[in-house]
């Protein structure tokens, strides 16, 4: 894939120009506020200790959305006491689910708790999930980009982004937690729910580490990149011609390029100049509006995925801020 998108001396000042809705903080806060209203407690099970012996592992439910349960897996460092130690929440990219523990080894192995949210509705693509999006459904194979777009009150990633919030909320109450020393992370979709979990809970995160972000100035993704996911929007909108005002409308609620300026965490971006699912310009429209410290590793001949040597260096960033003082 050639570079297709703005050439990077602009990138790093692109802006989105979407504009942002009225009463945007007030709107979240209604839609956080009637999922604590909602909630039920939180519930651990210890998971096959006679596999993973020293780290510590437990199978969670929280209320999200709605109040709606939501799986995850929390895995505490070999060793790690009763803490206090800091925990990283992560997300996960489209389509996929929490998987299984095995795949989330690298955190409590460099001495970080991480709690792993499962994705509602997903986890039918590449990993397994367990959490279906609302009572009377499963994990899915699905494509979830249009799910109630007609408003977002109804939208699909209006409730997702709501557990994203609610797993910080769960992971600074967890067993040997330091509520003090909570991150995010995640990749395309999971970068999304990072970075939109820093903005909604700006008091609560320490840290944001984002890899090739996706949901970023959305309205220039949909008409930018024929990729997918963001192919599901247009395709759905050249069928239904008479919800493209309400779905753009719908977008600009969830879309971090305008969320991002409420992240106070230290955070880390990368993006890859090649990547068609999440272009470029899409990822700096977030990165450019968040205001706190921050840094971006850019892959110039990246597609979508970061490379491993941005692996090592997101995993320094986030020790760094989260074991410092320890």
Not at 36 to 58: C, I
Not at 180 to 192: M, P, W
Not at 281 to 290: D, E, G, L, P, R
Request: with cysteine.
């Amino acid at each position: 894939m050639p570079w297709f998108d703005l050439p990077e001396a602009e990138l790093r000042t692109y802006r989105t120009d979407t504009v942002e809705p009225d009463g945007l903080d007030a709107w979240w806060a209604a839609r956080l506020g009637e999922a604590q209203s909602a909630a039920r407690e939180t519930t651990l099970t210890r998971y096959k200790p006679e596999v993973y012996g020293d780290t510590e592992v437990y199978d969670v439910e929280f209320s999200g959305a709605r109040g709606d349960r939501v799986r995850a897996w929390y895995l505490r460092p070999a060793g790690a006491g009763d803490g206090p130690h800091p925990v990283l929440v992560t997300y996960i990219g489209y389509g996929g689910g929490r998987s299984l523990p095995l795949d989330h080894l690298v955190w409590p192995g460099v001495g970080i708790a991480t709690l792993v949210m499962d994705t509602r509705g997903q986890g039918g693509r590449w990993s397994v999930g367990a959490t279906p999006d609302g009572e009377g459904t499963s994990s899915e194979r699905s494509e979830v980009m249009t799910r109630g777009i007609a408003s977002p009150e109804t939208y699909y990633y209006t409730r997702l982004y709501v557990d994203a919030a609610r797993a910080v909320e769960v992971a600074k109450g967890l067993p040997g937690a330091d509520p003090s020393r909570i991150g995010v992370t995640g990749g395309s979709q999971g970068g999304a729910l990072s970075l939109a979990a820093a903005a909604l809970k700006p008091a609560d995160v320490r840290v944001c580490a984002a890899d090739v972000p996706f949901l970023c100035d959305i309205q220039r993704g949909i008409t930018l990149t024929a990729a997918t996911p963001y192919r599901e929007v247009a395709d759905f909108l050249a069928v239904n011609a008479a919800l493209v005002d309400a779905a753009r409308n719908t977008l600009r609620y969830v879309d971090n390029a305008l969320l991002a300026s409420r992240i106070t965490a230290d955070t880390y971006v990368s993006v890859g100049l090649m990547d068609e699912i999440c272009p470029p310009s899409t990822v700096f429209a977030a990165y450019n509006a968040v205001g706190a410290p921050k840094q971006i590793e850019v892959n110039p001949f990246g597609v979508h995925q970061h490379s491993r040597v941005h692996d090592e260096v997101k995993v320094a960033f986030v020790r760094e801020r989260l074991l410092a003082g320890r």
